[in-house]
Each structure stands twice: as C-alpha cells, then as structure tokens.
C-alpha cells in the first residue's frame, strides 16, 4: 500500500503517539508522520478527531481512527499477518489489556503527580506511589513474560507498547526529580525490560531521547505558566 | 470440562449490569455474587487485588476485571451473537464510542447530579454537549450497533436507564425529548429490548436509593 495511503497525525515527545508509530514498525507499514505543532491544531486534526481534538490519529485511506491504544489494536487487525500485537489466547489478551488500562488510568496520573506534589512531602508520597504501581507492574511482568524478554513474549506486543511508551518520561521524572524509579532491585525484571525495549528496532527511531524530552518539558511548563491570551 | 463462571458484581452498578447483558445475549450460564462494597468479601479482594472493585469475571478459576475488558473477552470466548462487530474499522468506531460514554458521559452525568456550586454548572455543561455529541453519532440508526444492539448500546445503558432515574431524582433536564430527541428514542428502544429490560435493576428500587443518596447530599 503506497505511504501516502497511511497517515499519523502526532508530535514527538507524545507517548501516546508512540504507540501507534510502534505498533506499524512492528507490521513493516509505511506511513506520512504528519507533525502538529504545539499550541495550535491543524484543519486536518480538527476534521478527523471532532470529538477529542487530540494527537495521536491514524489516517487509513480517508478512515481515522482515534485513541491510541485503540489505533493499535485497529493496526493489529488490519494488518493481520505477523508478527501479532495481541496474544491470541482470549485470556490473555484480557489480561493485557486490564494492564494497559492501568497504565493509563492510574501510572501515567500518578508519574504526573509528581510533577504536580508541592513539598517534599508530597512528593515523598507521590514517589511511593509511583514505586508501588511500578512493583506491580513487575509482578504482571513475570507472569505475562513467562521467562520471555517481552509481555507480549519473544516479541513486542501490546502491554509492552501501552507501558513502554512512557518510558521517556519516565527517565525525565527520575532526572528531574533526582529519584531511581525504575529500580534494579526493586523491579529487576522491567528494568531490564526497558533497556531491550528501548533498542528494539520498532522502538528505537520513534523514542525520544531524554535529554530533548526535559528540555520540551521545559517549554511545556513555561506555556502552561505563561498567561492567557 | 464443565464451564464454571462467576460474576461478582452489584445490583446498582450499571458496570456489573453490562457484564451481565453480555452474558445473557450469549446464553452463558453463570453463578451471580452480590457484592457488599462496605464489606468487601475475601473472594472479590484475591480476585480483583489491584482495584478491589465490581464486576469481576472467573472463567474456569480465572479472574477477569475492568467492564469493557470482560465484555470483550465474553465476545471473544462466546462467538456466536456478537457484540462487537467484526470489521476492524467499525471495531475501532465501537471501541471509541464506549470509551467516550466511560470516560466522559459518565463523570459528567454523575457530577452534574452529586456536585455543587460552579462544580455543579460546569458538570452540566459538558454533560448537555456530550449528549449532543451522542444525539449526533446516533443519526438515524435505531441503536448505536446499527439494527441490533452492541457495545456501545450496552455501555450507554448508564445514559438511558441510570441518568433517566438521577434525572428524577436530582430535577435536572438533560436527557429530554426537546434537547436531544434522537438520544431519548433510542433510550425508550434500548431499555425495552429483552436482554436489556430483563437485566436492569429495579427502577423503583434505584429512584429509591438515589433519593435517599440525594436527600443526604442535600443536608
């Protein structure tokens, strides 16, 4: 299918654009990586999520889809032939994507309220909360590897696309915060999971490097402390 | 080998009502638990230790939580009667779909009834939009799954049956036929279908707690 025909509407530092980037290197898809620019959405981004007005979208023909974990499993569906992103066993599809909810609903929130806890205090609290999702998150590894470097098994599947494109935050909190969180004590198991996730070749292009991360990180919270207009 | 399910669940809870729909569209046998949540039992807490919440799926021993996530696991074990469709991009419209109604209607119909003051305003607003935005996606289909039931229809039971209840309760005017006409049709359609009607809780039951719920609000 000619490149053209497959459009991702995102921005680089998005760990939610990551996803469905990953998840067509996984499938050997082409697409046109179609850049916002920070502060204002284009026409077509406007168009094709009405609803959300939100990165990431992928643009199949003239279909978008929205929602990235949702965008990935349309690109597991739609490009069915291997290698698979969802396990094929009902099961165990259920329980990756039990797992990608709580990534999103309560790690990827409580890695922001660090950022947001005032005091040290606060951000003691907030830390432990973010160690204890992670000694979770070790345990789900375990059990969804089953010895396998990845969740998904000898390969990248969807749990580790939905937790690994976090990862470049991830290291911006622990630099930024001066704080391990991703321990190789406390979590043996993801912290080695990280390193061979971030050198996958369906990874490597599409993950930001640190440094480039905190310093938009920066920007970031300068437009967001910067009055209205 | 004999199937065993289970579902932990709660007679209110719109979340474990849905679970139960998906099961009975496919004719699934299952072994129903009423959950206390002031007193969760020990059986829900080693099941569902990561949020100890309903509904909670066992298949043969194994434990399933997350609404949505077990209604497609339901829909994956139990081909037949589908729930959600079969075409990758109407899948994805689904998934969507269902989202927006967990992650935005709900909260906003929710708080626009048990918040107060500019929370209150605010939670009305955005409700009445996301209802247009449904009213919009509805167009002339009978139900959001096209001429039968699906996903969507299931998981926007909270609008038709649960907000209708709040609504009496609270005085709100949200879901009327004057606002969005399309979404009050497909309510009336919804929760007459069979499988929906007969695995909704009391409506009688509900108005009942919620105005006591209301009542304590208020004081």
Redo the contacts between chains.
Sequence with gaps: MAKSDVKVLGAWPSPFVMRPRIALNIKSVDYEFLQETLGSKSELLLKSNP?HKKIPVLI?GD?P???SL??V??ID??WSSAPSILPSD??D???A??WA??VDDKFFPSMKEIGFAEGVEAKKAAIQQLVDGLI?LEDAYVKCSKGKPFFGGNQIGYLDIAFGSYLGWLRVTEKSNEVKLLDEAKTPGLAKWAEIFCADPAVKDVMPETDKLAEFAKVLAKMRAAPPK | MAEEVKLFGVWGSPFSRRVEIALKIKGVEYEYIEEDLANKSPLLLKYNPVHKKVPVLVHNGKPIAESVVIIEYIDETWKHNPILPQDPYERALTRFWAKFIDEKCLPALWNSTWSKGKDREAAIEEASQHLNTLENELKDKKFFGGEEIGLVDIVASFVGFWFGALQEVSGLELLTEEKVPKLCKWSYEVVNQSVIKENLPSRDKLIAYFSARFADASK
């Design positions: 609803v199949h279909k889809v929205c929602e949702i965008i499993e349309y569906e739609t009902p099961y599809r259920a329980t994507r039990f909810a709580y979770l």
